[in-house]
Nanobody, 121 residues
Framework: QVHLVESGGGSVQAGDSLRLSCAAS?????MGWFCQAPGKEREFVAA????????NYADSVKGRFTISRDNAKNTMYLQMNSLKPENTAVYYC?????????????????WGQGTQVTVSS
């Protein structure tokens, strides 16, 4: 069992930045961030493989968001810059134990509780 604890959400203005954190209780193969806006399905944002540090991003966030991890702290981060109102959503961190499709939620075994990000224009 891997427990994930997220932090760092909040309310900001368009163009501002936020950094989300996700602390994991154990080591996993890879981790990712997903978001879910009201009335919409959960969407892939970014993913990282724990050992290699290789990353993958949704097209909508490329160049604005950066996913990273701190091996010593077993913590994953999502640096979100140039935020837009359409980024408003609950952001979830997730962990997967084996290789799989990074952009698919079904590949992930554990999920955090979610943290709200609200971007106003």
């Amino acid at each position: 069992q891997v427990h994930l604890v997220e932090s760092g959400g909040g309310s900001v203005q368009a163009g501002d930045s936020l950094r989300l954190s996700c602390a994991a209780s154990g080591r996993t193969y890879g981790m990712g961030w997903f978001c879910q806006a009201p009335g919409k399905e959960r969407e892939f944002v970014a993913a990282i493989r724990w050992s290699s540090g290789s990353t993958n991003y949704a097209d909508s966030v490329k160049g604005r968001f950066t996913i990273s991890r701190d091996n010593a702290k077993n913590t994953m981060y999502l640096q979100m810059n140039s935020l837009k109102p359409e980024n408003t959503a609950v952001y979830y961190c997730a962990a997967r134990l084996v290789h799989g499709l990074e952009y698919s939620s079904v590949s992930y075994n554990y999920w955090g509780q979610g943290t709200q990000v609200t971007v106003s224009s």
